[in-house]
């Protein structure tokens, strides 16, 4: 039944779900799609950040999240839908949502289909090593003394 791929999204950091169940839940919306072609992309991030005003630390922020996109496209009629609800029934919801409306949207004539895992991997360039284990690992104690540091200095002769 057409173009079938996962690939996680995993970089350096495999994020809130680990590997094994990241291909589970591409792999759970890939069965799940009864489009012509589907693509389903996991991406899982970790932010933190200390905010400061007037050489103050007045806030830290910290927030963990995964998203699924699901594209599905049947003949030149595509769609797609995202969630952050990883259960198996948000899973699913998304697959419906992308998938039907590659049944109502118009068709697009110079739509060229899904990119296969070949193509992909024919133009794939060197991945960006942008991951920092410290800087991923920070505590809010280790960013506050940091920014109490650079005001210091910020606070030092002129």
Known sequence: MGVRQARPALGAWAGLV??????ELVEQALRLSTAG??????????????????????????????????????GRRGGVASTNDLSPAGVERAVARACEQTQHLPANPDWPGLPTLADVDAGAQAPVQAFDEA??????ELRARTIREICAAARGPL
Request: net charge negative.
């Open 135 to 140: 800087v991923a690992g920070a505590s809010p």
């Open 18 to 23: 680990g590997e094994r169940a990241a291909r």
């Open 37 to 74: 072609e589907t693509e389903a992309v996991l991406t899982t991030t970790s932010e933190a950040l200390t905010r400061f005003a007037h050489n103050t630390i007045h806030q830290n922020v910290a927030e963990v999240d995964a998203e699924l996109e699901v594209r599905a496209a049947t």
